[in-house]
């Protein structure tokens, strides 16, 4: 169980200083604390503001309070000190919220307690106090400026983590809103957002699927705290800021990051289409072994997009396919698969003749064109339409895919 800073005092060494000297410190206040903040702004740059400024204010105040408090420890050690707690632990918010560090606070004390100390035991020495306190002179010095410094810290770190929370809150809010698709409904600007979360809002972001990772922990080389995360049911979706720029995190980090995981790379797009990265590496996961996707690994969705855009509505494309080319499920299996594979090779042609479509199978030419007349036939005529094609060639797609 931890003492609290009012037992620290009350067990310190002030029992065995005399009373008279905690009443000679108050007589010399002024002139010690100048010394103190002095040599405080000599040797800690952080603290070298002018003494009119609102921080040269704050440690002028600091160490006179912090003398004050060791006289009234010195003149009645078992004094109560809680207010004085509380104003050490505000010095330590004030002194984070202004960007100092707990290094420089715990340095000012330092001096001020070498300072202190040796100016304390000349007020002792000219009232011809007993020489025997000067060791429990410099040791009491020690205790109190501990005790301080501690409670300084403690002020600093409850204020960092307040802000750091409060930080972290806004980034999932800000992550929920980028991974949230517009729905008509006026929405706060992302800029505020990102803003108010201390994220400067990239050109382009890309959004990483990782499955069954939520509940772990996730970090990307070179990317530091720049990662927006959000768990997504047992998934995590992390943000990756310009995911094209070089000085981040590129794909093969990505996938050393992700080994032994299912993870999918979302296509990069502007932050107000964010979401839409994460609907590709969503449907990408769930198609991986579709498109021929390891169980494990990553899975970069930017360079699949269409198999991806047509998987996405695979249940259409069945239906797209019987009514396209119900012509080829009446044949013989063998003689199906060939005609289809003409078709295919006739709709990725450039000029669509027999010669390219044989060079493309592999086939004689005469092959290739006893085929396409069986085509022709087949479908009426209709190879000649532009419409008929695209839809044909998206149904031939997609059944490969399906397969």
């Known amino acids: ?52 400024s609102a921080m040269g204010r704050d440690l ?23 207010h004085h707690v509380s104003h050490f632990r505000h010095l330590g918010r004030v002194e984070f919220l202004n ?80 991974l949230e698709q517009p729905r008509g409904t006026p929405r706060e600007p992302l800029e505020t957002l990102a803003a108010r979360a201390r994220w400067p809002l990239p050109a382009r972001v890309a959004c990483l699927l990782v499955r069954n990772a939520a509940g772990g922990r996730f970090a990307l080389p070179g990317q530091g705290r720049d990662l927006l995360t959000l768990p997504r049911g047992a998934d995590l979706v992390v943000v990756l800021p310009e995911p094209d720029s070089g000085g981040q995190a590129g794909t093969e980090d990505i996938r050393a990051a992700v080994r032994g995981r299912t993870a999918a790379l979302g296509p990069a797009a502007a932050p107000h289409d964010a979401w839409l990265s994460l609907v590709c590496a969503r449907l990408a996961l769930n198609h991986h072994r579709d498109t021929g996707a390891p169980d494990d690994g990553l899975l970069v969705v ?80 209709r190879l000649a339409d532009p419409g008929f094609r695209f839809e044909a060639l998206l149904a031939l797609r997609t059944r490969a895919l399906r397969r």
């Not at 065995?16 to 002139?31: F, M, N, S, Y």
């Not at 307040?162 to 930080?167: D, F, K, L, Q």
């Not at 930017?302 to 080319?325: E, K, Q, S, T, Y």
Request: some cysteine; hydrophobic content about 45%; overall charge neutral.
């Open 99 to 178: 960007g100092r560090t707990t290094d420089g606070i715990q340095a000012a004390f330092r001096v001020g307690a070498r300072v202190g100390s040796r100016r304390y035991a000349e007020v002792a020495r000219t009232a011809a106090l007993p020489t025997e306190i000067v060791l429990p002179l410099h040791e009491a010095v020690l205790t109190h400026i501990n005790a301080l410094a501690n409670e300084s810290v403690k002020g600093f770190v409850a204020a960092q983590t307040r802000a750091e929370g409060e930080m972290q809150r806004n980034r999932r809010a800000l992550a929920q809103a980028l």
């Open 1 to 52: 169980m931890q003492n609290s800073p009012g037992d620290t005092f009350a067990r310190g060494p002030w029992h065995e200083l005399p009373a008279a000297l905690g009443t000679l410190i108050r007589t010399r206040i002024d002139a010690i604390a100048a010394d103190m903040v002095e040599a405080i702004r000599q040797e800690v740059p952080a603290y070298r503001s002018p003494l009119d």
């Open 60 to 82: 002028v105040d600091a160490v006179c309070r912090a003398m004050r408090q060791f006289a009234e420890l010195t003149e009645a050690p078992e004094s109560a000190q809680d």
């Open 302 to 381: 930017g360079d699949r997009l269409a198999d991806i855009h047509l998987l996405g509505g695979a249940h259409i494309g069945r239906l797209l396919g019987d009514r396209v080319l119900g012509a080829l499920d009446g044949l013989p299996a063998g003689r199906a698969a060939r005609l289809a594979e003409t078709l295919e090779a006739l709709l990725m042609s450039w000029g669509r003749t027999a010669p390219e479509v044989a060079r493309a199978l592999g086939i004689h030419p005469q092959t290739a064109r006893k085929r396409l007349r069986q085509l022709d036939a087949l479908f009426d005529g």
